[in-house]
């Protein structure tokens, strides 16, 4: 194990053995965690816009997790997007309640932000107590049909407006890796507000192409796929997507080995699929109490058939493998970090 999955291991452990000494040391008349959620208001905060496969399985949750939590809360969810997921991140990290009354759903591209750019981030992803996830979700670039772009290779020898929200998002940090090991010449127009807008934006044909989740796709335009509105140029993922058999992982672009592991670097995001936090610093009963009620929810038949609906994967992971992601992702080897951080700020071709 490396010092990184040590250390996660030990924290986790060690929230547990305080929650242990929490219940042995407790008086008779202190407050249990169904007394402190009963009547209360969980709110789940998502750093995406309204619409989004983020917002749609956030709205899930909210409907199913309340009754696996002790004391029945009620559940919201509350938008908020901006600066490339950051706002929402760094909200949860500084400003939100650190009672487990606030969880949320970020973008899993905020570890690698913070690794690799660091603009606007006032986090430390290492330090939020992560719930779990809905499993891996690889990241695709596609092109709209009208922009005549079949592959990479025409990426590389033609310039494609490419819309996007902000720095730390992955819809920008995987072209702009594109552009900086493999060549392709994506001009990227960021300050969009939300993934929808950006999907307005190719209709209208302010852009010709993004990057975008493919469980998004799936779930919110099947006809993209099925019909030929988009061509998929490449995905990033530890595995092809079994929808997309044909399209390459970013890795097997590469060229060489400096290549390949930057790529993969880069391709981290995708294991985490759409995970979900606690701010630091909860109650260790309260945050055990939530991993529990997450899980139980992402297992939930119920849950998992309003999914299925929905066209929306879950292929849940815990608590811990979440972390791991996390750590094993901000923990990279310095060497391999640099030279994906000099390949993210080369300038625009």
Known sequence: MTRAGTSISFRLAGAAAVALVLALAAPAGAETVAEF??????TIVTSTGVGG????????VARHMPRYLPGNPTMVVQN??????????????????KDGTTIATIHNAMPLHQVLDGRGVRYDAGKFNWLGSTGADNEVVFAWHTAGIRSVADAVRHEVVLGGTG????????????????GTRFKIVTGYKSSEEINLALQRGEVQARAFSFGSIWAQHPEWLNDGTIVVLAQAGRAREHHLPDVPLLTELAKTDEQRAVLNLISASAALGQPYV?????????LAALRRALAATLADKEFLAEAEKLRIEIEPMGAEDTARVVIDTIGAPAEIVAKARAAMTVSER
């Open 278 to 286: 606690a701010p630091p610093d909860v109650p260790a009963d309260r």
């Open 167 to 182: 720095a730390g998002s992955g819809i920008v940090i995987i072209p702009t890796a594109m552009n900086n090991v493999l």
């Open 37 to 42: 959620y009963k009547g209360k208001t969980v």
């Open 80 to 97: 908020m997007p901006g600066g490339g997921n950051v706002l929402a991140t760094n909200f949860m990290y500084n400003i939100a309640p």
């Open 53 to 60: 496969t983020y917002d749609l399985v956030a709205r899930m």
